[in-house]
């Protein structure tokens, strides 16, 4: 009998983002991180919620592979990763848009940089933007779109790339309160369409409670893992009656219990 190895198989659930042992020191001296290890489970959507400064940015800068770490690896489906990838898209605080180029070449920008042509980026790129619901504005440029607006071209940008990944750091935190509620909503009915890995990363313990499967809670820093919790929230049900089902208050509480002690 032979044991050869088996590709496993892509389920969700499985972890696609391994961090091992990651730490990091900036030049200057400025201990971000401390050991941090997490697995980030495919399909799913995971948040890295924890005080401002405490290194979550930093975190999710080293899984995008846009600065390296001091110590520790990132695997992603299995491969460490050494540098940027077009499996892992991110989605900025501050949108990053190109302010010179109207909506539709930024969604299509990711495919433009990998050489697709012209007719078929715009296609896939015209889909995307009226996905998210933006459909006519594809010819404004970002400083006639509001905050909310802005963000969802992010967002489409992110899609249009198709990457498994979307690393998203604090995506909703400088649009009002009825903007984020309505864009929580629909991302999470259009990650879960597309069936994305979501690595989210929030201050807000609520914004976590609503749209996590897993909430990985960072301690002060330089950062560590506190703790990990899964609320027992069934996703897929009215999104609306998240935030009135019990476990979502249960969960809210025992964030801030936890955090309150790591606070201190
Ligand atoms: N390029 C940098 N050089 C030196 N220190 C930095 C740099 N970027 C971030 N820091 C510091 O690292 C710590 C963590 O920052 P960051 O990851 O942005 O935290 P968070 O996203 O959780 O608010 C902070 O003290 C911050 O000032
Ligand atoms: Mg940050």
Redesign the pocket.
């Known amino acids: 009998m032979t044991t050869a190895r088996r590709e496993r198989p892509a389920e969700t659930g499985t972890p696609i983002i391994e961090v091992r042992a990651i730490s990091k020191i900036?030049?200057?001296g400025?201990e971000?991180l401390n050991d941090i290890s997490l697995e980030v489970p495919r399909g799913k959507l995971t948040t890295l919620l924890?005080?401002?400064?405490?290194?979550?940015?930093?975190?999710l800068k080293i899984i995008a592979g846009l600065i390296p770490a001091t110590s520790g690896e990132v695997l992603v489906s299995g491969r460490p990763v050494t540098g940027p990838g077009p499996d892992r898209a991110f989605v900025f605080q501050d949108f990053a848009l190109m302010p010179w180029a109207s909506v539709l070449r930024n969604v299509a920008f990711g495919l433009e940089l990998r050489g697709v042509s012209r007719s078929e980026r715009d296609e896939v790129a015209r889909r995307h933007i009226a996905e998210v619901g933006l459909a006519g504005f594809e010819d404004r440029h970002p400083h006639e779109l509001s905050g909310g607006m802005r963000q969802r071209v992010g967002l489409a940008r992110a899609l249009a790339v198709d990457a498994d990944v979307l690393l998203m750091d604090e995506p909703f935190s400088s649009v009002d309160e009825q903007t984020r509620r309505k864009f929580q909503e629909d991302m999470l009915g259009l990650l879960s369409a597309h069936g994305k890995t979501v690595l989210f990363?929030t201050h807000s313990i609520e914004e976590a409670v609503y749209l996590s499967d897993r909430i990985v809670l960072l301690s002060r820093?330089p950062s560590r893992v506190a703790q990990v919790i899964e609320p027992e929230i069934r996703r897929g049900d009215d999104p609306e009656a998240i935030r009135r089902h019990p476990a979502y208050l249960d969960t809210v509480e025992t964030i801030w219990q936890g955090l309150k002690r790591y606070l201190d």
């Open positions: 900036y030049a200057g400025v971000a924890g005080p401002s400064g405490c290194g979550k940015t930093t975190l990363v820093r």
